[in-house]
C-alpha cells in the first residue's frame, strides 16, 4: 500500500546545530517527493522537491533533503538551524501514474536557543 | 500574486448542523484540491478537481460530504449533517498546468471547523 512515514513526532536541537527530519515512503510507481512546513494557524508552504536527477535537492530557508532509492527514503536537512525554523513538517509522495498525493503524520521541529 | 484565498477561517456549528467552505484558488491554477486535517495527522486528500471536472474523489464520505467547481475557478465544499468527528482544518490547494509537471501545491490557510 502506498504511504509515508515520518517516524518522530518531534524532532529537538539547538540553535546553530544541524538538522535531520526523517520521512520514509512506499509507493507502487516511480516517487515525486515533496516537503512542507507548516507554521501556527497558517496552511502548508512548499519547502522542496526530488522529482528526478540529483539525489540531493536543495530547497527554501536553507534546507535540504536527500533521496535515498534503496532505502526508501527522503530526509529533510539543514546544516545549521534556526529558532524560526520550528513548525510542524509534513514530507508527502506522489505516486506515479495513479496521480495520488500521501501525506505523512507530520514532524514538530523545536529549536532551541 | 495572490495566494489561495478560503473563507470562513473559522466555523462552529452543532453536530447534524449543515457547513460550507468556499476556495478561490490561485489565478490560472487548472487542478484544485481539498484536505481534511485532523489535529496531530497530516493532511488526507477528500477531493481532486481538474478544471471543473473530478479526477480523484475516492476518500471523499459521499453520504455526508460534497463538493463542486462548477465555472473551474472557484470551489465549494460542503458537510451536510456534520458529525462530531468532521472537526478539522480543511485546507484547499492548488497547482498550475505548468507546475504541475512537477506538482507543486501551494495552500490556503484553511478553514477551522468545530462540531460541537
Known amino acids: 500500500a502506498q504511504s509515508v512515514a515520518q517516524p518522530e513526532d518531534q524532532v529537538n536541537v539547538a540553535e546553530g546545530n544541524p538538522l535531520t527530519v526523517k520521512c520514509t515512503y512506499s509507493v507502487s510507481g516511480n516517487p515525486y517527493l515533496f516537503w512542507y512546513v507548516q507554521y501556527p494557524n497558517r496552511g502548508l508552504q512548499f519547502l522542496l522537491k526530488?522529482?528526478?536527477?540529483?539525489?540531493l535537492v536543495k530547497g527554501s530557508y536553507g534546507f535540504e533533503a536527500e533521496f535515498n532509492k534503496s532505502q526508501t527514503s527522503f530526509h529533510l536537512k539543514k546544516p545549521s538551524a534556526l529558532v524560526s525554523d520550528s513548525a510542524l513538517y509534513f514530507c508527502a509522495v506522489r505516486d506515479e501514474p495513479f496521480n495520488k498525493f500521501y501525506f505523512g503524520s507530520g514532524t514538530k521541529l523545536n529549536v532551541k536557543p | 500574486e495572490a495566494g489561495v484565498a478560503q473563507s470562513p477561517r473559522y466555523k462552529i456549528i452543532e453536530k447534524r448542523q449543515s457547513v460550507a467552505f468556499w476556495c478561490n484558488p490561485i489565478s490560472g491554477h487548472a487542478t484544485l484540491y481539498w484536505y481534511q486535517q485532523i489535529l496531530g495527522q497530516g493532511p488526507k486528500l477528500l477531493i481532486q478537481f481538474q478544471n471543473n471536472g473530478v479526477v480523484d474523489d475516492s476518500q471523499l464520505p459521499k453520504d455526508r460530504f460534497s463538493a463542486e467547481r462548477l465555472k473551474g475557478v472557484d470551489s465549494t465544499l460542503k458537510i451536510q449533517p456534520a458529525k462530531l468527528e468532521d472537526s478539522a482544518v480543511y485546507l484547499c490547494a492548488s497547482s498550475s498546468r505548468d507546475v504541475e509537471r512537477n506538482y507543486e501545491q501551494y495552500f490556503g490557510p484553511g478553514t477551522r471547523l468545530t462540531v460541537t
Open positions: 526530488y522529482i528526478t536527477g540529483d539525489n
